[in-house]
């Protein structure tokens, strides 16, 4: 074993077999904001074998207070934050293998992902609660550990979920409130670092053999408060998920063309084309690369993905989002 770990390897209940697995481990990240950009340093400093980082955002200025390694650089060449973290990554240790995918990752493809790539463990960096049901559902169909972090405001919450269960349908009524958006609620960079530390801490037991904790783990970090509950008595025998193995959200085969986000935001998802036809939009092309395009039109800042997404920021209501989606899509036809 080489000195450069040899910090976490002195931990006896770690040890160098703990290290030894954290250096044959696949590792699959799902987010790279806040949550999932940490994980992947921590992880990667630790000397995990390989990471995949699944993500389709750019880095913007709004995210350097809280995700790892973006800077004011990574935000004015609007680089996809995959790229942005994988180039860092490489920098921090040339040993730690990292695959990126960027895209966006729906109960369409999420199977393949992970079927195709084969983690021994999925980090859950996502930043909306609902996407977590999917997580689930894919993660206890392909009978894969993952470990769920949420933070938003100042409060966090980190449950390490096997495939045996309790899952996380079974959890749904007890977890704190923590599914409500940054945007709208804000974060202290803080309540990000101590989720993260905890999911690691959860993973760290898991490579050194003695299982996860089985705790349901909430923090406050404003008021310094802590609290752990045992989860072996919440399991569901009737759960959908867990005891029936009823996938309901990963068998949904429509995705929307039109889905309301936090912050008077909306996101429209249009043909692949769409980004090569761009100039067809009404408005202004501010700022392009081959990864996205700022659209300007009217009071309303768009950003188009290579893959058809767009981002649209400035509207406050559904019928104005479907008016102006069918707007942009007509240019298209």
Known sequence: MTNRYNRQTRYQRFGEQGQHCLQTMHVMILGAGALGSNIAEMLTRMGVHEISIIDMDIVELSNLH????????????????????KS?????????????????LTATNIEKILSDHHPDIVMDGMDHFEIRYLINEACHKLQIPWIYGAAVGSKGTVYAIDYKGPC???LLQAIPSTGESCAINGVLPPVINQVVSIQV????????????????ITIDTFDLKHQAINIDSLKNDQCHVCKEGDYEVLNKSQTSQIEAMCGNAYLFRFNTQAFNYATYFPGHIIKENAFAKLIQYKDVDCTLFRDGRMNVHGIEDDSTAQQLYEEFNKQLK
């Open 201 to 216: 801490s959860e993973l760290m037991r898991y490579v050194a053999g003695e299982g996860f904790s089985r705790k349901l």
């Open 66 to 85: 809280r995700q790892a390694l973006y800077d004011e650089d990574d935000a004015k060449q609007m680089l996809p934050k995959v790229e942005a973290l």
């Open 168 to 170: 996380l349908k079974c």
């Open 88 to 104: 860092k990554l490489n920098k921090i240790n040339a040993s730690t293998k990292i695959n990126t995918l960027y895209e966006e």
